[in-house]
Structures are given as structure tokens and as C-alpha cells.
């Protein structure tokens, strides 16, 4: 078995049934991060299917063919260790964190969950109104039903647009027929990497990954086409929300193209209270009480948002403002927003190196999209490497698009039309 340096503390060893495993060495911590990565999520559901990852998640912790769900509990608990997962739209993930010499049962425990979960009836119906409850709080929730549309306006119809808790319908229907199913056609060793980040040696890790999953079948690479970019405005009126949610965004490059004046240009846009964003839109002029701006860039698309809430009565001008800030940015790049950009992205990805489990993913999403794992010195030469140049025609190209907006909670008649004028006479 190869174990191949990624990096200064990184390795990658590939079991014979394509199970990737990470190991991120971090002598100076006692403890383990180990998390289970699975290329499934929401952009990989049906229509029909919508959700029954996030669903197959919940259920995995509720009993395997060797453990009932309070045993999977306890096990860990015994060993003061830490038990959560994630669903996400591009995969879901695994996570248990404790004591480093503890890191090789944590990677058999979660090989058992993964592998071996048997999606008892008994469990179903409770997990299910659990399930149910989570539903409920984020569709009241105006921030998330803002990001909803936005998505939708987007991509349209598909998948990448889904939400990952699914519908309502779906979430009711689902059997236990339908979870092993999915589960066994997507999760296999192709979509499989176990990662382990502490204070722990490759090999070992390696070998325990061997005994808890070189059984899986390999299988094939679960991808997703490339979505097409429509845009359009939306809105969703929730009643009694005392606040206005909005979500701006254009299309950007996906993790496997050359998205970083992308993400030069979020990050000198809106990240920081002297940011243009920031600066003019609350500071200024008080017209929000939260604004930010990301590039969120995945494994099949990406996009720069710019998320506020706001008062019903602001919405317009901030539409006018952003608008303007925007057109600006296209026109010229202020050389000191472009210090001030490069160096916070330095220390956020600084940052990042501080914090296994995001490192153990970062590393998962470049091995599904890239079929390899950048170095932190490589990342941040890309990112150095943007011009000013780059970022202005970055913004140009932006502006030169639909943008796709999407406004939630409290929202006034004619709203939409009106900011959809806005945007018309404020883009070109």
C-alpha cells in the first residue's frame, strides 16, 4: 500500500476498492478529528428522492447490524469522544472527535455506521417526526426560504437546486425499502474518504481504515452535470417576520475551473466592516443590521452571494446601493480593497490550517472534484496571483449577466417589480 505526501503533514493512500484515506499529521495535538466523506447529497437525489440523504444520515446513528442505537451512543461516550454528521448539497459526511490513541475505533465505529446500518422500522416513524420538526423551523426560518428561491432562480429544475432537507411529501413517504436502496447504490468505495487529522501515523490509520472498509464494494463516481445558469427574481412573503431577507448572486467558475478572482472578488466586496459592502451599506448608511458576501464554490458550479436582512422599508435603496457599489467595482479596483482582500484570505486560510475537521474537508472536496489535494502554498499563489485587473473584470462579467435574487419574509406589494427595475437600470 503507497501512502503519497500531499503536502508538509499530508498523505493519501488508496485501498484497492478506491476508499481514499487522508491523514493530515498534527503532532502537537492529542487529539483526533476522523471524519467519513460521502460523495451523495441533495444534487445527487431525484426529484422524488429529494432529501432521502439528509434522511439516510439521520438514520444511520439508529442502529447497525451489531449495535442498537443507545450502544452506538455509548460507545462513543465511553471514550468522551464527540458524535455528529453533515448533509450537504455535494456530499454528506461523518464526524467523531476524541482522544488520538482512541483514533483508530473511531474509524471502525464510524466504518460500522457508514457500512452496516440497518434503518430500523422501529426507529423510522420517530427519526421521521424529528426530521419533520427540522423541516418546519427552516421553512419558517426567512434567511433559509430566501436561499431556497435563490437557488432555484439559479438553476431552475435542477438537482443542484434541491434543498438538502427535501420536501415535506418525500419526507413522509420515505421507507426503509428506499434508504438501503439509495445507500447501497451510492455509497461505495469510489465515494468513499475516510480522513483522520491529529496527532496520529498514517500507517495505522491506513490499516484501520483497511479493516473497517476495504469490504465496500468500489463502485462508480457518483458526478453531477454541470447545471445551467438561468436568473430571475423571486420573492416569499412569511407572515409575522418582522425583517426582510435577501440573497444577490451571480455564477462563478466551479472548483475544478479558476475561480479565484472570484473569490478575491467576494472577499474585497463584503468581507470586513471596511469592506464596500459593509462600509457604505450599514456602516454609512444603516440600511441593514447583517451583510456578508461569499464565493461559494463547489464541485459542479459556484456562486457569489451577497446575503442582508434589512428593514421592508430599506429594500429598494439597498437595492440601488449594492447596485451602485457593484458597477463600481467593474469600473475600478481601489488597490488598498485588494491588500486588504489578499491578506484576510491569507489569514482565513491560515486559520483553516488550525482547524482539523475543516482541513480533513477541504481536502475531501478536492479529492472528489480534483482527484488530488492542493497545498495550502499552491492555494494561496493562485489567490496572489489575481490581478487588479482580474477582479474588475470579474465584476464586469458578473454585471454582464441575469443576477438571480431572491427576497423573503417581510416583503411589500410591488416589491418585486420594483426591484427588478432597479437591477435593469443599475446593470449595464
Do not use: W
Amino acid at each position: 500500500m503507497n501512502i503519497s505526501p500531499c503536502d508538509a503533514d499530508t498523505s493519501v493512500a488508496t485501498l484497492a476498492n478506491a476508499v481514499r484515506v487522508v491523514t493530515i499529521h498534527l503532532p502537537h495535538l492529542d487529539s483526533a478529528s476522523v471524519s467519513v466523506f460521502v460523495r451523495t447529497g441533495s444534487a445527487h437525489e431525484s426529484k422524488r428522492l429529494n432529501g432521502i440523504s439528509h434522511f439516510a444520515e439521520h438514520m444511520a446513528f439508529k442502529g447497525t447490524a451489531t449495535r442498537d442505537c443507545q450502544r452506538i451512543n455509548l460507545d462513543a461516550e465511553r471514550l468522551g469522544a464527540e458524535v455528529n454528521a453533515h448533509t450537504d448539497k455535494d456530499h454528506t459526511a461523518y464526524h467523531m472527535r476524541g482522544m488520538a490513541r482512541d483514533a483508530g475505533r473511531f474509524v471502525q465505529m464510524l466504518g460500522d455506521i457508514v457500512l452496516a446500518s440497518t434503518f430500523p422500522d422501529a426507529e423510522l416513524d420517530r427519526e421521521r417526526q424529528v426530521i419533520l420538526h427540522e423541516f418546519i423551523e427552516d421553512e419558517d426560518d426567512a434567511l433559509s426560504a430566501a436561499f431556497k428561491l435563490f437557488d432555484k432562480n439559479c438553476y431552475g429544475a435542477h438537482a443542484q437546486a434541491q434543498p438538502v432537507i427535501g420536501t415535506r411529501a418525500n419526507i413522509e413517504r420515505f421507507t426503509r425499502d428506499e434508504l438501503m436502496a439509495y445507500v447501497q447504490g451510492q455509497y461505495s468505495g469510489t465515494n468513499v474518504i475516510v480522513g483522520v487529522a491529529g496527532g496520529v501515523q498514517a500507517d495505522a490509520m491506513v490499516s484501520a481504515a483497511m479493516a473497517a472498509f476495504g469490504a465496500m464494494p468500489s463502485g462508480a463516481a457518483n458526478a453531477v452535470a454541470a447545471p445551467q445558469y438561468f436568473g430571475g427574481i423571486a420573492s416569499r412573503r412569511l407572515a409575522g417576520a418582522p425583517q426582510t431577507h435577501v440573497v444577490l448572486g451571480f455564477p462563478i467558475p466551479a472548483l475544478q475551473g479558476d475561480y479565484h478572482a472570484s473569490a478575491v472578488a467576494a472577499t474585497l466586496f463584503g468581507e470586513g466592516m471596511s469592506s464596500p459592502l459593509l462600509d457604505q451599506i450599514r456602516e454609512r448608511r444603516g440600511l441593514v443590521y447583517y451583510a456578508a458576501c461569499s464565493a461559494d464554490v463547489l464541485d459542479a458550479c459556484g456562486q457569489f452571494v451577497i446575503e442582508a436582512s434589512t428593514a421592508v422599508e430599506h429594500v429598494d435603496e439597498f437595492f440601488v446601493e449594492v447596485m451602485r457599489l457593484l458597477r463600481a467595482q467593474a469600473e475600478h479596483i481601489d488597490p488598498v480593497d485588494l491588500e486588504r482582500a489578499r491578506n484576510q484570505l491569507a489569514v482565513r486560510s491560515m486559520r483553516v490550517q488550525e482547524q482539523p475537521v475543516v482541513r480533513l474537508e477541504a481536502a475531501a472536496q478536492d479529492l472528489f472534484a480534483l482527484q488530488r489535494i492542493r497545498s495550502r502554498a499552491e492555494v494561496m499563489a493562485r489567490l496572489d496571483a489575481v490581478s487588479a485587473e482580474q477582479v474588475r473584470a470579474e465584476f464586469a462579467r458578473m454585471l454582464s449577466l441575469p443576477p438571480s435574487i431572491a427576497i423573503a419574509g417581510k416583503v411589500s406589494r410591488g416589491t418585486t417589480d420594483r426591484v427588478r427595475d432597479i437591477v435593469a437600470a443599475r446593470a449595464g
